[in-house]
């Protein structure tokens, strides 16, 4: 029976809206982010600064230019992390893990937050001393990634014992 009404009511839009919502959500967080990461309008492009800002990074690790990597950080980064545990920490890397020396992107995806949009990568990092998986988030900022996150896995890897010169 029809009431005479034509589209469909406001709670139907409503219904339709968050549906697809949702199901956007659950393609990028559980369906394989990078398959749906360029379904984004500009992910593409953004996902290209990120690692390239991420290749960036790992060079200022190696150079020692772990004040820069603080400097150019998000506001929410140095809220997390001090001046000092970071420093300290980029120096340990060098330290202990040795020299990077080869990245392989495994993983990236897209999202969003209370604090904006922003860029997970997911690294296979082969240092001169061991190996690890690396995960960088940056925080777009005026179309510009930003680092915000850096975490790891603390189980590393030692060389293979073809790699170590006796």
């Not at 150079?63 to 545990?85: H, N, V």
């Not at 990092?125 to 680092?147: A, D, G």
């Amino acid at each position: 029976m029809s009431n005479g009404r034509s589209g469909c009511g406001c709670g139907g839009c409503l219904s339709a809206v968050f549906s697809l919502f949702f199901l956007w959500v659950f393609l990028v967080w559980f369906g394989g982010c990078t398959r749906f990461l360029l379904m984004i309008p500009g992910s593409a492009h953004r996902k290209e600064l990120a690692e390239s800002a991420a290749q960036t990074y790992y060079a200022r690790i190696n150079e020692g230019k772990c004040q820069e990597i603080y400097d150019q950080a998000s506001k929410g980064f140095k809220r997390r992390f001090s001046q000092q545990t970071v420093l300290e920490g980029c120096e340990r890397t060098r330290q202990y893990l040795g020299a990077n020396k080869s990245t392989q992107l495994v993983a990236s995806g897209f999202g969003f937050d209370h604090e904006g949009d922003y860029i997970e990568l997911t690294y296979d990092i082969t240092y001169s001393n061991s190996s690890r998986q690396e995960r960088l988030i940056w925080r777009i900022e005026n179309n510009q990634p930003v680092l915000d996150s850096h975490l790891f896995d603390n189980k590393s890897t030692p060389p293979s014992p073809t790699s170590v010169v006796q």
